[in-house]
Nanobody, 125 residues
Framework: QMQLVESGGGLVQVGGSLRLSCVGSGRTFSMYAMGWFRQGPGKEREFVATISRSGENTYYADSVKGRFTISRDNAKNTVYLQMNSLKPEDTAVYSC??????????????????WGQGTQVTVSS
């Protein structure tokens, strides 16, 4: 299956910004819808954002809508998550994932077959 590697996590103050990147292997990257999920300390994994294969359609969790932006560059096999106006509750391990199939939008973990290792984002107050 497709391998995914995230980068760009780190420590940021409240109100700051970070951009996460996720690079996929192989020549089938454009055939997958892509998503970002996160898991905070003591919390269950939750959906953050998803983007269609072409990049034309996006869907966001209510908690990040207006602050986060998902995008992709299929020529670079890369999906991004731009995070602005960060809050302490955004602190989590962020993972990217790929999903095959034609249903839209995709926002449940069972729909995604390929997962990255995750990158830590910490927002200090």
């Amino acid at each position: 299956q497709m391998q995914l590697v995230e980068s760009g996590g780190g420590l940021v103050q409240v109100g700051g910004s970070l951009r996460l990147s996720c690079v996929g292997s192989g020549r089938t990257f454009s055939m997958y819808a892509m998503g970002w999920f996160r898991q905070g300390p003591g919390k269950e994994r939750e959906f953050v954002a998803t983007i269609s294969r072409s990049g034309e359609n996006t869907y966001y969790a209510d908690s990040v809508k207006g602050r986060f932006t998902i995008s992709r560059d299929n020529a670079k096999n890369t999906v991004y998550l731009q995070m602005n106006s960060l809050k302490p509750e955004d602190t989590a391990v962020y993972s990217c994932a790929g999903a095959a199939g034609f249903l839209w939008p995709k926002f449940t973990t069972s729909e995604f077959s390929s997962w990255g290792q995750g990158t830590q984002v910490t927002v200090s107050s």
